[in-house]
């Protein structure tokens, strides 16, 4: 900065004086030049023309932004043209479609006469776009599917559903542009908002889109009521002899034990009834794996309250003489 102020200190004061004077000088000669060039007329260049596209808005949907701008040539007064370019008191030409569904685009030149008329201030040269394209949808309504979105962690560990997942209502009917509609695959997932349930579960959950559709469809219901009971699966191990079916007189097993050990879930509400049952651990010689010549374990009983079925040892090899 000492330098810059030191530099013009060696300027004597009849000498600055001059300098401003041919400054202003310049400055006035290149605005006279620039008004006067404005003045002229036939000028071409090329600016950005604001338009509006409108359509029914009870019928159709844009999905993606529309066009607010086209690009055309015009030729005019120097003043005409430098106002296009600074966009000042230009209106947007209002374009029409009747079904934008229909067909996704416009040829630029169904609407040359229409700019024309609309710039009469500047000569139209051309429409620098061919087209004019743009994404707009029917709007439709459709049902679809409320369905629970469950996961393997849905429910506690050796836990299950004991009964049917209870949707009230059922379906939603959305309303909104078809093709975003369509992404939904005829269903709304629906978050349960727990994990690791162990109790019986009814709750009044909240009907959401994504945040990518929220802004183009509608739901006619805001909530779903869904309901499901639990049911808890006990861990039981048990001693089970060994029964041997249709084994000839000439094969056995390479094992003289006689008993094996049984692992399973019990539904806890059937307890009493696993008591009750004649369990029996079966060696069914016609189901033997000829390949390695062994025979796996059995339960002569699979009743659907019970689950997860695994022996120690699970198998036997057999031994023929």
């Known amino acids: 900065m000492s330098t810059f102020s030191n530099y013009f ?26 008004l006067n060039a404005l003045n002229k007329d036939n000028y071409t260049t090329i600016v950005n023309q604001p338009i509006s596209i409108d359509y029914d808005e009870d019928e159709y949907m844009a999905v993606k932004p529309l066009p607010q701008v086209i690009k055309i040539e015009i030729n005019g007064n120097g003043w005409d043209l430098l106002k296009k370019h600074l966009n000042i008191s230009q209106s947007p ?10 067909q996704p685009y416009l040829v630029t030149e169904q609407i040359s006469q229409q700019m024309a008329e609309h ?4 000569n139209l040269v051309r429409i620098t776009q061919d087209t004019l394209f743009f994404n ?16 393997p962690n849905t429910l506690a560990e050796n836990h299950d559903y ?11 009917t959305v309303k909104g542009p078809i093709s975003v509609i369509e992404q939904l695959d005829g269903k709304l997932m629906v978050q349960l908002g727990e994990n690791n349930i162990k109790n019986h579960y009814s709750k009044l959950l909240p009907l959401e889109l994504d945040k990518a559709k929220r802004n183009f ?3 006619d219901e805001e909530t779903v009521q869904i309901s499901f009971q639990v049911v808890a699966y006990i861990e039981k191990t048990l001693e089970l002899g ?25 539904d806890e509400r059937k307890q009493n009834d696993l008591e009750a049952l004649n369990l029996k651990a079966v060696l069914n010689y016609n189901n033997r794996n000829r ?21 120690t040892p699970s198998s036997f090899d057999l031994v023929y003489e």
């Not at 707009?136 to 996961?151: E, Y």
């Not at 007189?249 to 049984?262: D, F, G, I, K, R």
Request: include cysteine.
């Open 93 to 102: 030409l209002e374009i029409t479609l009747e079904d934008p569904s229909h």
């Open 162 to 172: 004991a009964s049917p997942i209870v949707v009230d209502p059922e379906f939603v």
């Open 119 to 122: 710039i009469s201030t500047t």
């Open 136 to 151: 707009i949808d029917k709007i439709v309504s459709k049902k679809i599917k409320i369905i629970p979105d469950t996961l």
């Open 242 to 266: 060994v029964n041997q079916l249709y084994f000839p007189s000439n094969v056995s097993t390479n094992s003289e034990a006689n008993t094996v050990s049984l692992q399973l879930l019990v």
């Open 217 to 219: 469809l509608h739901l």
């Open 9 to 34: 200190r060696k300027f004597r004061p009849d000498k600055t004086s001059n300098l401003k004077v041919v400054v202003l000088c310049v400055v006035t000669a290149t605005t006279f030049w620039l």
């Open 291 to 311: 390949e390695d010549s062994s025979i796996a374990v059995t339960l002569n009983v699979n009743p659907s309250y019970i689950r997860d079925i695994s022996f």
